[in-house]
């Protein structure tokens, strides 16, 4: 078995290609492990570099080095080859997907993922523009979409943080509306009208500190599917946090919660679409479950299903 690691120099506020070959050198090269560190070069490089590594049909573990992106290129590559099992090595500046797991401050430990279990995982299928794509965390459309893609745009200004790119990103959408029309066609029904936002989870945790969907369980065949309908600017701070939050319940006309294994959402013009992170533009996609699935291996012990823990806290008190 070959263990590759697929670093992304430009994930996260600096390079950390030397940390990463030094650790390598230092867990794997000690015991002798077969090892490759391959960095990449643009965007597309690290799908490309685990598509190839994958075509050789070789036992393989592929460690995503960088944010939710790299972990994003990484899994879409290597898709539909059970040869290859996935994890992530985490620095980026979110790293949401690992936060599914109790102990997520574990992926950045190598001893720990060498000792480790493996999940087959749910994979989200994309269909989009007559191209497919996968993602494995959390997809999104309209609002948050908009500010979550563009606030690269206005990190590179001078002076500006992070915080003060998705301010920015967010000032700037909501002068540009905050709502848009969709036609949202679920298992059985159809929703017509302007949406603030929807949000397509199979993971929990994406942009940073956001929890719409608790509940979701990676590995159940469903996805969970929250619609949040058109909010006025007053509205937008409220709906927004408890969105965040997870706590759709406390607005049921606002935010409406579904459960589904396809969910086909169109607009009357080009939208941007969020996949994990990564970005595409659209008038038309559809998310269902794949029948692809997900090699994820990660430190042993951890546990990342929800209705486990909860029932694990029940038995506490």
């Not at 950390?16 to 015991?31: S, Y």
């Not at 036992?59 to 995503?64: C, N, Q, S, T």
């Not at 540009?176 to 929703?191: A, C, F, Q, S």
């Not at 599917?225 to 049921?252: E, T």
Request: overall charge neutral; charged content about 25%.
């Amino acid at each position: 078995m070959k263990h590759l690691f697929i670093v992304n120099p430009a994930a996260g506020k600096c390079d950390r290609t030397v940390q990463i070959k030094t650790a390598a050198q230092q867990v794997l090269g000690a015991r002798g492990l077969d090892y490759e560190v391959l960095i990449s070069k643009g965007p597309g490089d690290c799908r490309r570099l685990a598509r190839e590594a994958a075509q050789t049909g070789r036992e393989l573990r592929l460690y995503a080095c960088g944010g939710d992106g790299t972990l994003n290129e990484v899994v879409n590559g290597a898709a539909g080859f059970p040869n290859a099992a996935i994890t992530h090595y985490p620095t980026g500046s979110g790293n949401d997907f690992v936060k599914i797991f109790d102990q997520p401050e574990a992926f950045r430990e190598l001893e720990r993922l060498l000792d480790s279990q493996e999940a087959l995982l749910d994979l989200m299928e994309c269909s989009a523009e007559g191209q497919v794509s996968y993602a494995a965390n959390i997809c999104s459309m309209g609002l948050d979409a908009r500010i979550g893609t563009e606030i690269g745009r206005y990190r590179r200004l001078p002076l500006v943080s992070g915080k003060g790119a998705y301010l920015l990103s967010t000032a700037v959408n909501l002068c540009k509306g905050i709502h848009k029309p969709y036609v949202i066609e679920l298992d059985n029904e159809t929703i017509r009208g302007n949406q603030t936002l929807l949000c397509v989870c199979n993971g929990r945790w994406y942009g940073g500190s956001f929890n719409p969907c608790p509940d979701a369980e990676p590995d159940d065949g469903m996805l969970e599917v929250l619609v949040v309908k058109p909010v006025n600017l007053l509205q937008v701070a409220m709906v927004i946090g408890k969105y965040q939050k997870g706590q759709y319940a406390d607005y049921p006309r606002l935010i409406s919660h579904y459960r589904t294994r396809q969910v086909t959402v169109s607009c009357g013009e080009d939208s941007v679409v969020n996949l994990d992170g990564e970005a595409l533009r659209s008038r038309e996609v559809t998310f269902r479950i794949s029948g692809e699935k997900l090699r994820f291996f990660y430190p042993r012990g951890l546990s990342y299903r929800m209705r486990e823990r909860k029932a694990e806290e029940a038995c506490a008190i």
